[in-house]
DNA sequence: CTGTTAGCGCCTTCAA
DNA sequence: TTGAAGGCGCTAACAG
């Protein structure tokens, strides 16, 4: 009972489109267009048989064709490092919140990097082949010259093409030196043309200009990672503590550098002497943000100064894995070792012992990386956020033992 | 200095074309998509030229225009109903690891219904707009009888248009009946056609047969939910509990409703008596699947049977949180008062006590649904996997205490 | 192996 | 307010 295309009723799991609409309903495509965007007046008799045809036929827009005709899609990438990670999913969770509604709402997905930089990339591509209305990158990233450098290019190059870039819970982007070309670039012609023209126009005639010239608009939220280290090491330091093991990401990772940063601020400012730096390097073991890692990050680290009273982890899983090893050596917490982390997920404070914790903004985060993404919001000065961060005191923390021999 | 479109240098951010590149490598469009797409011989020679082509361009594929082009799509997407949950993030990280990776590899988002089926409808009309290659719904899912039928309408009808859908966590869909149209469907016409035909062979002549006749494929992969169930109240009740509280997902949700009918038939088991489900009735408390929940549920269940010896939770957060109740009232764990949760995610080896639960294979689940989106894995028999679950003991629970006068 | 030629399904000027 | 016509950028037959 197959109809041909053209038939009013349209069978079978067969394609209806957006002229099979029109048929049904006897006007012509453009208004069918017309309807289904709603920008632009059309009669409201027309309007309901086109409605009602579109629900007859079950008619479903080529999301492939529009975004080719209007050159524009409704496509939102928000890669994370961690999809198992609350952390992320928190933050994930409220940038999809925030973009999934309202008129101009998108689909918000999101892409699991795994913490590699070079998944970031490929995500990248995937999602500039898709010509994405906004990317979202979301946690720290690598500081490695190269990868930052092509992560750099590439954001730039998508940025240039229209894509809106907001970086979440990462510094900002260092500035775009356009002074060479990509590797392997020229290399058959042997021509250089290296030469920037009308850099005030914005338009030149220049060879591979994907810079977009001024800012091209690729905005920061960050959280202070730095303060909030520098807030809980003092709260340490506060309660007496001398002998702080720190935990800390991985190396060469922005978080992991800003936190550090933040660590020593506090200590050097308690000791003022002539090398404040000295223990904290002794007392700093890198590790990953996972409970095992936090598990035995805590080992190395009772090795390398059983005298520790306290313990600071990267995050609230790692500080739980934290709480285990200290308990496995015998060690109460806070009695022997105070434990602290990051993130207050929302499990921390139920935690045992409640977890005290820097707490990171994620769902604000999130929110305002959406509106930013979306254009809902105006850009901010500097094209910078930074959200403050704020220290969680909970049972987990308290003075060191009295010095005795331990 | 702007050349015209096909002139040998693209300038500026304007978009770079596969004409372009064609051009600037001296070849035909055809050449090059051929040369990108790889699914066709050409030249060494050419292939290089037109690689470096690329680069010097720095040319991306529109997809669009290409998924318009093929009719195909490199979109796939997975649902979840929170993101935010480790549970849903290990599954959905095994998803995207799998379909990530191989020459079809593709583009994994991840989508956060946030538990609303009609977040979930809406999420699916997204992707079929963007016809997508396949869709994996995750978790469980709900029974309410509209929505459940919008659902599997919506299903059918991207499955017949050639999307691969694979449900993970919940049960097969009910199989398609088309007794009836959509709603709103006749209603201009006034004609009924409520016969269904030719039920065997599962094809009639009928309008709007959308279903892809014989199973379009829907595939399932599920967790043996009510077997795992089943055993975790044994285990109970084989150390000698009989007042079990049972904390459970929210009402109307399959998964709910699956271990509900494990618990029963464990207790059924051991209590053949007259009226052996009235007890686990009182004793059943729904809540959702955080932490909160499953402290506030206990708490509930305390009120209740003040004198309950075990709780049962949703999930291992939600068993942390009935951990923290329990304590919170003076009771030990698991000396009073066992607890065991289900999903076994990394954390709950390492929490206090180290959670006994009923581990659901994630990533296996995860992989596999992966692998059967992309159709690498053959089609199982029935159409449907499921994935043993199993009970993992460790050292929180044991033996109720003697029954004194508590 | 490579070029030429039609569309893919929709949006968007233009003209009516 | 509506219709007609061209093109978005790419792929997939077909020739050569």
Redesign the pocket.
């Known amino acids: 009972m197959t109809t041909a295309r053209n038939g009013t009723r349209h069978t079978g799991p067969g394609?209806?489109?957006?002229?099979?609409?029109?048929t049904h309903a006897?006007?012509?495509?453009?208004?069918?267009?017309?309807?289904?965007?709603g920008?632009?007046?059309?009669?409201e008799?027309?309007?309901h048989r086109v409605l009602r045809s579109v629900q007859d036929l079950g008619?479903?827009?080529?999301g492939?064709?529009?975004a080719?005709?209007?050159?524009?899609s409704d496509l939102l990438g928000v890669l994370v490092n961690d999809i198992a990670d609350p952390f992320f999913g928190l933050l994930a969770g409220a940038v999809q919140q925030e973009t999934g509604t309202g008129p101009d709402r998108k689909l918000a997905v999101v892409c699991n990097t795994a913490g590699a930089p070079e998944r970031e990339l490929e995500y990248l591509t995937l999602l500039h082949r898709q010509r994405a209305t906004a990317v979202v990158l979301t946690g720290g990233t690598t500081e490695a010259d190269t990868l930052r450098t092509a992560l750099a290019t590439h954001l730039h190059r998508l940025a240039a093409t229209g894509t809106r870039i907001v970086q979440c819970g990462r510094p900002p982007l260092p500035p775009e030196h356009d002074d060479d070309d990509r590797p392997g670039n020229n290399a058959r012609t042997g021509t250089d043309h290296h030469h920037r023209s009308h850099p005030g126009t914005g338009h030149d005639g220049t060879s591979h200009d994907r810079t977009g010239h001024d800012g091209t608009g690729i905005l920061t939220v960050d959280f202070a990672h730095r303060n909030g280290a520098r807030r809980l090491t003092e709260h340490l330091t506060d309660l007496g503590h001398r002998r702080i093991g720190c935990l800390t990401g991985p190396p060469g990772r922005t978080t992991t550098t800003q936190r550090l940063a933040g660590h020593r601020d506090a200590l050097t400012a308690r000791h003022p002497g002539p090398d404040p730096a000295a223990d904290p390097g002794r007392l700093t073991v890198h590790a990953a943000y996972d409970r095992t890692s936090g598990y035995h990050g805590t080992l190395e680290l009772l090795r390398r100064d059983p005298h520790l009273t306290a313990v600071i982890a990267p995050n609230d899983t790692a500080a739980l894995g934290a709480c285990a090893a200290l308990r496995d050596q015998g060690l109460r917490i806070p009695h022997d070792v105070s434990v602290a982390g990051f993130d207050d997920l929302p499990c921390s404070a139920d935690a045992w012992p409640p977890l005290t914790t820097v707490r990171l903004p994620l769902t604000e985060a999130g929110t305002l990386a959406g509106r930013l993404a979306l254009g809902r919001s105006p850009t901010p000065p500097g094209a910078t956020v930074t959200l403050p961060t704020r220290l969680i005191v909970r049972a987990s923390t308290a003075p060191p033992p009295p010095a005795h021999d331990r």
Chains 1, 2 share one sequence.
């Not at 394609?15 to 029109?22: F, N």
């Not at 008619?59 to 080529?62: E, G, W």
């Open positions: 394609p209806v489109r957006l002229a099979d609409v029109a006897g006007v012509s495509p453009a208004t069918v267009s017309r309807v289904l965007n920008n632009y007046p059309v009669a008799t027309t309007r008619y479903v827009t080529h492939p064709a529009a080719l005709a209007a050159s524009s």
